[in-house]
C-alpha cells in the first residue's frame, strides 16, 4: 500500500532523514514491525516568522517495494549511421539539445570552443593566480558552459517552456543528488557539476554522437537562405542542414559574425551592476530572525530582493540576482582586458561568505551613445565598455575594484576593504568611477531599499565587487515562434541563453530540448 503525506515539521525533523521517518510513522501510526520506506518528494522552508517551519511531502511504501523516483531512462539509441545535426555550444542549451536528438534516432555533433571540464581547471586557475584569460576557455566558455563552475541553481520561473521534472531526472540519471528532486529551490553544486557534465558527455559518445572541444565555429556556410554547415578556427568543415546555435551570453565573436553576414539580431535589454558579499552568518542571522549560529539543520539562508529606482524621471528595476549562499565569488572575464565576476556555490554551501549580484536594468536608452558605431551591437559594446574600464582601474589585472557597502551608499572611498572570496583579490575605489552614472545612482538608493527590507543588510560588513554584466544576453537571434528557426535562414535554431531565449541551466536546458523537437519535426521525419 502507498500513502502520500503533507505535513509542517520543524528543520532538525525536515533534514534528519532518521528523524523525517521516525515522525512520518508515529503520523501514521505506523511501527517499524511493518515494512516501511519513506522517500521524502518536497520541501520547503518558511522562514517568515521566528518560528521557522519546513513545509514537507512523502510517498510512503507500506509492506511493498517502492516505485523507482526515475521515470527518466537512460537508454539511448545507436545513432552512429543516423542522420547528423551539428550543435555549436556545450552548454545546457547543447547538452540536452544532443541528448533529445540521441532519443530521437539523430547522431548530434558538437562543436565547443573550450575544453573539457578536466582540461578546463587549468585555465580557471590561471586566472585566479596569473591573471591570464584564456579566451577560449575560462569560466563562461567550456564543456557545460558558465554554468558548469556556477552554484548549478536549477531553480526557474519558465516551466511552461517543457518538461522541469524531466531536466530534473537527467540531471540525477547522470549522477546528480536525487535531493534535486525534492527541495523547492535545487542545485548540484560547483563541485559535483563538473562530474555530472562529463556523464552527459559520454551518453552522447556512447550513443555515437560526437563532441569536438577546443573547435571554435568562426563561420556558417550558407546557400542562399539555407544553411549548409559551419567551419571551425582549425580549418575544418562540418557540413549539415541543421544547426542549433547555443554559444551562450558570451560569445560576442559569434553576434559579431552574425551581423557581418547580415544575419539578422536584435538589441535587446539585459542587467548590470556589481556582485554584493556579506558574512553569511549575517544573512542566516536576518533571515532566520536571530543569531549569527543557524545551527546544523538550516540551509545557508538566501535572499531575494527588488526595488524600482528613479533617474532622471525614469523609474527602473534593481534586483539581487543568481544569489549564492555560502559561496565564492569568481572572475569571469573572456577577454584579458576586461573584468567580470559571477557566483558559485559549493554543494553544501558552506562557504563562510554570501554573494548575490545587485543589478539595474539597462536598456536602448543606455545604448544610445553606441549606436552610431556599433549599430544592433550597441549594447555589446556598451556592456564591454564598462568592462574594460573596470580592468583599467585595477592597473589591468583581474584584481577587482571594490568598494564597503555603507561608504558607497554614502559616497565614501573606503580606507579598507573585508576579507573576500575572490581570489585576484581587490581594489579599493569609488565604484562611481566605473559604473554608469545612472546604474550607480539606482544602486545607491537600491541598497537603501533593501537596507529597509532586511534590517543589517546595509553595512560595511558588506562590500560591492564589480562588474556583474553578464546577466543575460545584449543580443536576441530573432526566430519563428512556431518552428523555432532564424527567422531569415532555414535550418538555423537559435537557442538558449545566448540566442536570448533562457536564463540559467534549466530553461536552457528545455530550450534546448525544444530545438532539438523542432529541428527534427521539419528536417528528419
Not at 540525477?172 to 555530472?196: M, Q, R
Not at 563532441?211 to 575544418?236: A, C, M, P, W, Y
Not at 552610431?372 to 574594460?388: D, N, P, S, W
Request: aromatic share 8%; net charge positive; hydrophobic share 35%.
Amino acid at each position: 500500500m502507498k500513502k502520500n503525506i503533507n505535513c509542517t515539521v520543524s528543520p532538525n525533523i525536515a533534514f534528519d532523514e532518521q528523524k523525517f521517518r521516525e515522525f512520518t510513522l508515529k503520523k501514521l501510526k505506523l511501527t517499524d514491525s511493518e515494512e516501511v520506506y519513506v522517500r521524502m518528494t518536497r520541501r520547503s522552508v518558511d522562514a517568515r516568522t521566528k518560528n521557522i517551519k519546513v513545509n514537507t511531502a512523502a510517498e510512503v511504501f507500506i509492506n511493498e517495494e517502492p516505485s523507482n523516483p526515475l521515470s527518466y531512462d537512460k537508454a539511448y539509441k545507436d545513432v552512429r549511421d543516423s542522420k547528423r545535426a551539428i550543435i555549436v555550444g556545450a552548454g545546457p542549451g547543447g547538452l540536452f539539445a544532443a541528448l533529445r536528438f540521441l532519443e530521437l534516432g539523430v547522431k548530434p555533433i558538437i562543436l565547443e570552443r573550450g575544453k573539457d571540464v578536466r582540461a578546463r581547471r587549468r585555465d580557471l586557475a590561471a586566472i585566479n593566480k596569473d591573471n591570464v584569460v584564456n579566451p577560449d576557455s575560462n569560466y563562461c566558455f567550456g564543456e557545460g558552459g558558465a554554468g558548469t563552475y556556477s552554484d548549478g541553481k536549477l531553480y526557474t520561473r519558465s516551466k511552461k517552456r517543457g518538461d522541469f521534472r524531466r531536466i530534473l531526472e537527467i540531471f540525477v540519471a547522470h549522477g546528480a543528488d536525487e535531493k534535486i528532486l525534492v527541495d523547492a529551490h535545487p542545485h548540484i553544486g560547483t563541485n559535483k557539476l563538473p562530474k555530472v557534465i562529463a556523464e552527459i558527455r559520454e551518453s552522447i559518445i556512447e550513443a555515437g554522437g560526437e563532441i569536438h572541444f577546443d573547435s571554435r565555429v568562426v563561420d556558417i556556410l550558407l546557400e542562399k537562405d539555407q544553411v549548409k554547415g559551419v567551419r571551425t578556427q582549425n580549418g575544418f568543415t562540418y557540413e549539415g542542414d541543421t544547426i542549433i546555435l547555443a554559444t551562450g551570453h558570451s560569445a560576442r565573436d559569434i553576434f559579431e559574425l552574425l551581423a557581418e553576414k547580415k544575419i539578422e539580431i536584435e538589441t535587446k535589454p539585459f542587467a548590470l551592476g556589481v556582485r554584493i558579499e556579506h558574512p553569511q552568518p549575517l544573512i542566516d542571522s536576518i533571515q532566520y530572525h536571530g543569531g549569527r549560529d543557524r545551527g546544523p539543520y538550516l540551509p545557508a539562508a538566501a535572499y531575494s530582493l527588488v526595488s524600482q529606482v528613479r533617474f532622471e524621471g525614469k523609474e527602473k528595476g534593481v534586483f539581487s540576482f543568481c544569489m549564492c549562499p555560502g559561496g565564492f565569488i569568481v572572475p569571469s572575464a573572456t577577454a584579458q582586458d576586461e573584468i567580470v565576476v559571477n557566483g558559485m556555490s559549493p554543494s553544501r554551501r558552506d562557504s563562510k561568505y554570501a554573494n548575490s549580484g545587485i543589478v539595474v536594468s539597462v536598456d536602448h536608452e543606455d545604448f544610445k551613445p553606441y549606436v552610431k558605431e556599433h549599430g544592433v551591437l550597441a549594447g555589446m559594446a556598451f556592456q564591454r565598455a564598462i568592462e574594460h574600464k573596470a580592468w583599467l582601474s585595477s592597473d589591468k589585472t583581474q584584481v577587482a575594484p571594490a568598494q564597503r557597502l555603507a561608504d558607497f551608499v554614502n559616497d565614501k572611498v573606503s580606507n579598507s576593504l573585508n576579507e573576500t572570496s575572490y581570489q585576484p583579490g581587490l581594489n579599493s575605489i569609488d565604484m562611481r568611477e566605473v559604473l554608469p552614472p545612472q546604474v550607480a545612482h539606482r544602486l545607491k538608493y537600491g541598497f537603501k531599499s533593501f537596507g529597509r527590507k532586511m534590517k543589517g543588510y546595509l553595512t560595511n560588513e558588506a562590500q560591492l565587487i564589480g562588474i556583474e554584466s553578464r546577466t543575460s544576453s545584449p543580443v536576441r537571434i530573432p526566430r519563428d515562434r512556431e518552428s523555432y528557426q532564424h527567422t531569415q535562414i532555414k535550418g538555423l535554431f537559435p537557442c538558449g541563453e545566448g540566442a536570448g531565449y533562457a536564463g540559467g541551466i534549466a530553461s536552457a536546458a528545455m530550450d534546448g530540448e525544444k530545438c532539438a523537437e523542432k529541428a527534427f519535426e521539419q528536417f528528419y521525419v
